[in-house]
């Protein structure tokens, strides 16, 4: 596959970058191995005033970085803003708050009052050069999520993006040295997928982290366990909506298209799945199927756009292929289930906000992950079977539920399995909270303490009397 950026718009080739050679690719792991010798030495101080000044030039660039967001993956241009602002506002918290993440941890001295005076405490140290394999839907923030906390430990970064996003991969790269990261810190390596194997191999990479597909996931952890090298998997989702008979149904239909059709549809945590009780089922359809097929779709750039092209031509095939197979199954499309009609859209990778209904587990899209703006509406009897329909998925990711009833909110936090439960709102990711899945969604956790813990070695620092 050629390393090139493709305007899902309009599907035309922007440029086309050639890949590094074995020469370049040696070059950026020698440069990543000597910068972490000297980078894990650093104090918090000097790590603190470049991550703040990495954000605060990305707060200047944010049209520039959003333009080329756009322009690689289609996403509307406001989303791509938001993207940028998020992603600084995450960088000057890591900034602020990793030295305490990271702090020593002391026991309490009665927990090792049986060592005959000894003291002891944990202590928080960076593995060295980390793999990043990162997707192209939210091609910053994947980024940064894991940038920032791990440049804070003091690991360093190799980022082998998405072929299709090399544009934002290369700024990436920049954004690091001009805030005056010393040279090595974060590096993009412009490589094929099938090159990916070589580098999780390298005795200089110590850990590898993948936001991606399931399959891509299991490439990876097939490799890295061979090498017995510590991962964290950000996989797919296919996360359910339930909404139940105390819900603000009016708000729960709002909340739940922008859920679905963030970033035009292609989000692991977008709600895939809506689940409604018979009691407020009809009156929810309604008001899903008339907002989700009010939407505008057309030219990511504009301002008025609200959804926009599916990034590649296959991924829309994909789409297609899961709309169609439940159709011939028995379910109903309540709208969209087309391409638009507008000739200004023909070269595009558009698809319209598509509402199904009927769906059984004969289906695909009952199991597979739907990533487009494509819904699927079940009705549930009552929240037993709202559960078990939420959990007869691969997926864990997160979940969302609307309700005012202390009690289902009790229920679902137990029985959900999930990474997250959301109530009465929609899925979001924080750099306060940690974020991950179970299931096929994969493991370990990204933001918050636990996922700046995940690339260090927890050390116990154990001294006699």
């Not at 009691?279 to 959804?307: H, I, K, S, W």
């Not at 011939?328 to 638009?340: D, K, L, N």
């Not at 549930?380 to 009690?407: H, K, M, Q, Y």
Request: with cysteine; proline share 6%; aromatic share 8%.
């Amino acid at each position: 596959m050629p390393i090139a950026t493709v305007n899902p718009a309009d599907g035309r080739t922007v440029e086309v970058f050639d890949p590094l050679d074995e020469a370049g690719v040696e070059a950026r792991l020698a440069r990543a191995q000597s910068a972490f010798e000297s980078w894990r030495l650093s104090a918090f101080p000097q790590r603190t005033e470049l991550m703040h000044r990495a954000a605060e030039l990305l707060e200047k660039s944010n049209e520039e970085i959003a333009r080329t967001m756009t322009l690689e993956m289609g996403k509307p241009l406001a989303q791509a803003r938001a993207e940028a602002a998020k992603c600084a506002k995450s960088m000057h918290w890591y900034a602020d708050h990793a030295q305490a993440l990271l702090a020593d941890e002391h026991p309490a001295a009665a927990d090792i009052s049986d060592s005959g005076g000894a003291s002891a405490f944990v202590r928080y140290r960076p593995l060295g050069p980390v793999l990043a394999v990162m997707p192209w839907n939210f091609p910053f923030w994947q980024v940064i999520r894991f940038a920032a906390p791990a440049l804070m430990a003091g690991n360093v970064g190799l980022l082998k993006h998405a072929s299709n996003v090399p544009r934002t991969a290369l700024a990436l790269e920049e954004l690091f040295a001009r805030a005056g990261f010393p040279q090595g810190c974060f590096q993009t390596l412009l490589i094929p997928s099938r090159a990916v194997e070589a580098v999780i191999r390298d005795e200089r990479v110590t850990a590898v982290t993948l936001t991606g597909s399931e399959g891509a996931g299991r490439a990876v952890a097939r490799v890295a366990g061979d090498e017995v090298k510590k991962t964290v998997l950000e996989l797919g989702g296919s996360d359910p909506f339930l909404v139940l008979p105390s819900a603000d149904v009016r708000a729960a239909v709002a909340k739940a298209v922008t859920a679905r059709v963030q970033n035009n549809g292609q989000s692991c945590i977008a709600a895939k799945r809506f689940i409604v009780h018979t009691d407020v089922y009809d009156q929810f359809l309604a008001g899903f199927t008339a907002r989700m097929r009010d939407l505008v779709v057309g030219d990511p750039m504009a301002d008025a756009t609200e959804v926009g092209p599916i990034a590649t031509e296959q991924g829309r095939t994909d789409l297609e292929e899961l709309v169609s197979d439940a159709v011939r199954h028995g379910a109903s499309v309540t709208c969209g289930g087309e391409r638009p009609d507008d000739p200004a859209l023909t070269d595009g990778w558009y698809y319209l906000p598509t509402v199904l209904t009927g769906i059984t587990p004969r289906m695909k899209i009952h199991h597979d992950e739907a990533f487009g703006p494509v819904a699927t509406v079940y009705r549930a009897a009552d929240l037993d079977e709202a559960v078990a329909i939420a959990n007869d998925s691969p997926f864990g990711l997160s979940s969302n539920v609307w309700t005012r009833d202390e009690t289902d909110r009790e229920r679902c936090v137990r029985d959900l399995r999930a990474g997250g439960v959301f109530f009465n709102g929609m899925t979001a990711s924080h750099p306060a909270f940690p974020f991950g899945g179970i299931k096929r969604s994969g493991y370990g956790r990204e933001l918050s303490g636990h996922g700046i813990r995940e690339f260090c070695n927890i050390t116990t620092v154990w001294s006699g009397s």
